[in-house]
């Protein structure tokens, strides 16, 4: 069983920058970052591979950035240039070891309760 919690939601204003955090516990490889906002679909906006190879949905291309801290199990997202649309539940998920990464909006395995990101414009 993997565990995972996010923090370091908030809220900033528009051209902002925020950083958030999913420490997880257990084994996993691939994992990924979700946003949901009010009324809309959830939304993969960026995957990481174990060795850290990402891959980024166009809306947030060149402005998010994914790490990890594989030793202290840790996954990161660098938020830059933040935009009002930017403003969802963010959500951290993994995969099962093992299970490779495969393109955006891929069926997680395990979920983290998510943190807020406002952006006011």
């Known amino acids: 069983q993997v565990r995972l919690l996010e923090s370091g939601g908030g809220s900033v204003q528009a051209g902002g920058s925020l950083r958030l955090s999913c420490e997880y516990s257990?084994?996993?490889?691939?994992m990924g970052w979700f946003r949901q906002a009010p009324g809309k679909e959830r939304e993969e906006v960026t995957k990481?591979?174990?060795?850290?190879?990402?891959i980024y949905a166009d809306s947030v291309k060149g402005r998010f950035a994914a790490s990890r801290d594989n030793a202290k199990n840790i996954l990161f997202l660098q938020m830059n240039n933040l935009k009002a649309e930017d403003t969802a539940m963010y959500f951290c998920?993994?995969?099962?070891?093992?299970?490779?990464?495969?393109?955006?909006?891929?069926?997680?395995?395990?979920w983290g309760q998510g943190t807020q990101v406002t952006v006011s414009s």
């Open positions: 990481i591979a174990f060795g850290g190879g990402t």
């Open positions: 998920a993994a995969l099962r070891i093992g299970t490779s990464c495969g393109p955006l909006g891929q069926l997680m395995d395990y």
């Open positions: 257990g084994s996993t490889g691939c």
